[in-house]
Antibody
Framework: QVQLQESGPGLVKPSQTLSLTCTLSGGSISTETYYWAWIRQPPGKGLQWIGSIFYSGRAYYNPPLKRRVTLSVDTSKNQFSLMLTSVTAADAAAYFC???????????WGQGILVSVSS | YELTQSPSVSVSPGQTATITCSGDALPKQYAYWYQQKSGQAPLLLIYKDTERPSGIPERFSGSSTGTTVTLTISGVQAEDEADYHCQSADTNGTYVVFGGGTKLTVL
């Protein structure tokens, strides 16, 4: 059974860097079939794609966030990670990791982690 | 690039709910639909405009016409009350975009 679990701090100070990790169980991150994605949802708002990464490290980013986002993958730990620099209150959201299947959508999601931005 | 969804839809149990999503790239890119209940992660309902993953009830169906895709829920049940999000990509398939979400209320 594929499971994804986000981890990281629930509170980040303004101007600092948000770092989250997603751990995959029940499967291997090193497969040709899937991308691994981060998606966020501000309170009461819609979903926003942040970016996706392949196990090789090739990544795609949402243009409005590209300057501040870095995705990485650690195949030895079956994990992938998100770094978002220079956070502001607008970055406060529930952050989800998900498995992306090209032309088949996001079929597995983590439960999400709520991140607040405050000094 | 944006996908446009109406903010809310209300139906009585047993009726049919229709949720639309509009975007200029939809004739060229597939659409996907997700159901998100309060406090939960989204659940994939429809992929490639009309396909249903295994385990999704047949009352959920998708269709596509030009720049609009539609999620139809036939015989709505109380448990279908949720937010519904459409998702697609830009014309070149370079980046992913979500609609703003539609809140379905079952009266």
């Amino acid at each position: 059974q594929v499971q994804l679990q986000e981890s990281g701090p629930g509170l980040v100070k303004p101007s600092q860097t948000l770092s989250l990790t997603c751990t995959l169980s029940g499967g291997s991150i090193s497969t040709e079939t899937y991308y691994w994605a981060w998606i966020r949802q501000p309170p009461g708002k819609g979903l926003q794609w942040i970016g996706s990464i392949f196990y090789s490290g090739r990544a795609y980013y949402n243009p409005p966030l590209k300057r501040r986002v870095t995705l990485s993958v650690d195949t030895s730990k079956n994990q992938f990670s998100l770094m978002l620099t220079s956070v502001t209150a607008a970055d406060a959201a529930a952050y989800f990791c998900a498995r992306e299947v090209r032309e088949a959508g996001y079929d597995y999601w983590g439960q999400g982690i709520l991140v607040s931005v405050s000094s | 690039y944006e996908l446009t969804q109406s903010p809310s839809v209300s139906v009585s149990p047993g009726q049919t709910a229709t949720i639309t999503c509009s975007g200029d790239a939809l004739p060229k890119q597939y659409a996907y639909w997700y159901q998100q209940k309060s406090g939960q992660a989204p659940l994939l309902l429809i992929y490639k405009d009309t396909e249903r993953p295994s385990g999704i009830p047949e009352r959920f169906s998708g269709s596509s016409t030009g720049t609009t895709v539609t999620l139809t829920i036939s015989g709505v049940q109380a448990e279908d009350e949720a937010d519904y999000h459409c998702q697609s990509a830009d014309t070149n398939g370079t980046y992913v975009v979500f609609g703003g979400g539609t809140k379905l209320t079952v009266l």
